[in-house]
């Protein structure tokens, strides 16, 4: 199949590259030029697991990048990957879809046989049916496209492993030929496939991403009770999570979610249920655990250790999760700026998104490893749960004291003083 991937971001490049590793013909029309050459030169703009291998295989053979949406009109299926990120009061901003949907409708005009429109953007419902499809049409001047709804369930840092093995694949459509068209482009991927109409969807990938969030700030509701009885909510998940009506996974407790999605997605889903005259209040209090979590973190040390002004802290990972170089919505930002408000120095170090944080705190340490930034601390507080930080122990020897508060329970060290969920 020919294939035109309309976006170049995280989802874009990893769709593009797991879909020339099926065998297709890409396209992916990016509208930063920068990004399209690093493409085509096999180098990819994010860091993600397993990705460099699929670019060195594939770029410039079965996976081209361009500005240009030219492509699209000889594609099968055009899949749109742009942002949504929210607006101001939470909403999703459509308008990089309302753009990616005039060029594409745009490029139609010239194209010829039947064309499959999928939107993979996380989009609220009613988006593909009442903004892409007549947005296309309208500049395509064309009745005979077909429109598709695809959500994206990979996580960032296991991207390509999660599209080639997800858990299932979701394809609403409102005409079989473009529902069967999308699935014919995943043979070769082996997950059930759930076939429904476009709004349910898109309101699919919205349940899904409110309802792990929805997880998390429930353990940590637990996890602030538990810390009080001096229970391990840890322990306490475990024996929740066996229940298979449950599952085990999404209960760890800590520093709360960050990343590109989660806020953002339970933000407009709770914008989309206000603006239907619905009450979302457990929504709206998903997101206020997960506010509060991380600033409890910072009054947990000020409880500890007294006042912060002069004192080091080290802060390790800034990324918002694991195998990732994001910061978007990182637990680490308003930590960061918890402890510089109380006058706190901070040494941070993270194994790939330093250079990121650089950006938005340039004034404070960035270590070159954990323990550079454990060196003569005064505490540290462990923010993403990356692998490394779970062997590290010694290290803790090289603070002033060995204060350690784990707002992800990666740490595995003897004797440390810490404080966890
Ligand atoms: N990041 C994730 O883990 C993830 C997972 C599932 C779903 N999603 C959803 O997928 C969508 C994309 O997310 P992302 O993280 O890949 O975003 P991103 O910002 O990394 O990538 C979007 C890309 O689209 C490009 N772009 C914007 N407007 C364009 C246009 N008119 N034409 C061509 N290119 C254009 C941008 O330059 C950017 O490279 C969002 O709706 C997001 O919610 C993201
Ligand atoms: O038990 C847990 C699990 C995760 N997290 C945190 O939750 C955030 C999100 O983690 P994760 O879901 O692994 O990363 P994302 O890449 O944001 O992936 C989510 O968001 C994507 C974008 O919509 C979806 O496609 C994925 O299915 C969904 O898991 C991170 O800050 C994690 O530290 C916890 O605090 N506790």
């Known amino acids: 199949m020919r294939i035109a991937v ?24 990016e509208i930063d030029a920068g990004k399209a050459a690093a493409i085509n030169a096999g180098r990819a703009p994010i860091h993600e697991r397993g990705l460099d291998a699929l670019l060195a295989k594939h770029a410039g053979v079965r996976l081209r990048a361009g500005t240009d949406y030219g492509p699209v009109a000889l594609s099968d299926l055009a899949f749109i990957c742009v942002g949504t990120p929210p607006a101001a009061d939470g909403s999703a901003d459509l308008s990089m879809v309302a753009a990616a949907s005039r060029s594409i409708g745009e490029a139609l005009r010239e194209g010829k046989g039947a064309h499959t429109v999928v939107v993979k953007s996380t989009v609220p419902p ?43 694949i979701v394809i609403g459509s409102r005409d079989g030929r473009s529902g069967d068209t999308v699935a014919a ?3 070769g991927v082996s997950a059930p496939v759930v076939r429904c109409g476009l709004t349910a969807a898109e309101m699919i990938k919205y349940a899904s991403n409110a309802l792990l969030a929805t997880k998390i700030s429930f353990a940590n509701e637990v996890g602030n009770v538990c810390k009080r009885l001096g229970i391990d909510v840890y322990e306490v998940m475990q024996g929740v999570g066996m229940d298979h009506r449950v599952s085990p996974h999404f209960l760890d407790a800590g520093a709360g979610f960050g990343g590109s999605c989660f806020p953002k997605d339970v933000a407009a889903l709770v914008s989309l249920a206000e603006g239907l005259g ?16 991380p600033l409890r973190m910072v009054r947990m040390l000020e409880e500890r250790i ?19 170089d994001d910061i978007r919505e990182a637990r680490a930002v308003p930590v960061i700026a918890g402890l510089l408000q109380r006058g706190a120095a901070v040494a941070a170090y993270d194994p790939l998104a330093a250079a990121s944080m650089r950006r938005v705190f340039p004034g404070i340490d960035y270590a070159a490893s954990a323990a550079d930034a454990l060196r003569g601390a005064d505490a540290c507080l462990v923010m993403t749960e990356w692998p490394e930080f779970s062997t590290l122990n010694g290290e803790f020897d090289l603070m002033n004291s060995r204060i350690v508060i784990e707002g992800r329970r990666i740490l595995s060290c003897d004797g440390k003083e810490g404080i966890c969920w």
């Open 6 to 29: 309309v976006g170049g971001g995280y989802v874009g490049l990893v769709t593009g590259a797991c879909f020339a590793e099926l065998g297709h013909t890409v396209d992916i029309v």
């Open 126 to 168: 009613g988006t593909t049916e009442n903004l892409v499809a007549p947005t296309v049409g309208n500049h395509s001047h064309r009745a005979d496209t077909g429109f598709a709804m695809n959500p994206e369930f990979l996580r960032e840092g296991r991207a390509v492993e999660d599209f080639l093995h997800p858990d299932r």
């Open 185 to 187: 482009a995943y043979t």
């Open 278 to 293: 619905e009450e979302p209040a457990l929504l709206r209090s998903v997101l206020d655990v997960n506010d509060r979590q």
């Open 306 to 324: 007294g006042d912060l002004a002069g004192k080091r802290v080290a802060v390790l990972g800034l990324a918002f999760k694991d195998n990732t």
